[in-house]
């Protein structure tokens, strides 16, 4: 479960809205290795920081920073993906697996689907891949596992084709389902929760 001591080896930094959220923001403050999807690296510096790495075709951070960090300014104009998946191969060719995604919702509600959705392609790579938000942590899972979590905690479950779903240490029972709301706004009822199920799926744990 994600909370302030959490060990972060490497933060992405999307392009969606900055965090305001006290924990993803004091995780971005010490994580050790930092890199920083295109624009988003304005908003990094302006707080006075600096990244270790800014990904991106550099359509959208200022010119200014562009110059002045283009020594660690990796340029990729691969239009066939989003900054926030070049940021995560990156992270993955120089052997950074362990990764915590953040800013990545917000503003454009197809922006924000679709990087959260990109969660089980990395998963998929071998990457060990979470997504904090303002509200909660987004991680993606294939077949069954266990959680933990705080007896009440609100969580959600939301199917990409898993089938066999089951759930324990839930308040309302699962069952297979094809759209998304109907495993959402469950709640734990123990210091941890299982999911049975064959296939990929999302696990939404709030704050």
């Not at 959220?21 to 050790?32: C, N, S, V």
């Not at 689907?113 to 509200?135: C, K, R």
Request: charged share 20%.
């Amino acid at each position: 479960m994600l909370t302030e001591h959490t060990q972060i080896d490497t933060m992405i930094l999307a392009n969606g809205e900055f965090p305001s959220h006290t924990l993803p923001l004091q995780l971005l403050q010490k994580a050790p290795f930092v890199v920083c999807c295109d624009g988003a690296a304005d908003e990094y510096i302006h707080r006075g920081y600096t990244p270790n790495i800014i990904i991106g075709d550099g359509d959208s951070i200022s010119p200014n920073n562009r110059e002045r960090y283009k020594e660690i300014f990796r340029a990729n104009a691969d239009q066939e993906t989003n900054d926030q998946t070049k940021a995560v191969h990156f992270c993955l060719e120089n052997g950074h697996k362990k990764i915590l995604i953040t800013g990545a919702t917000g503003k454009r509600e197809d922006h924000t689907l679709g990087n959260i959705s990109l969660l089980l392609d990395y998963m998929h790579e071998d990457a060990e891949v979470q997504m904090a938000t303002d509200y909660g942590v987004f991680t993606p899972v294939c077949d069954s596992s266990t959680f933990e979590c705080y007896p009440g905690q609100q969580i959600s479950l939301i199917n990409f084709g898993a089938c066999g779903i089951q759930g324990k240490g839930l308040v309302y029972p699962l069952s297979d389902f094809s759209n998304w709301w109907q495993g959402t706004l469950n709640e734990t009822t123990e210091k941890n929760f299982s999911i049975e199920a064959e296939g990929n799926y999302l696990i939404f744990r709030a704050y």
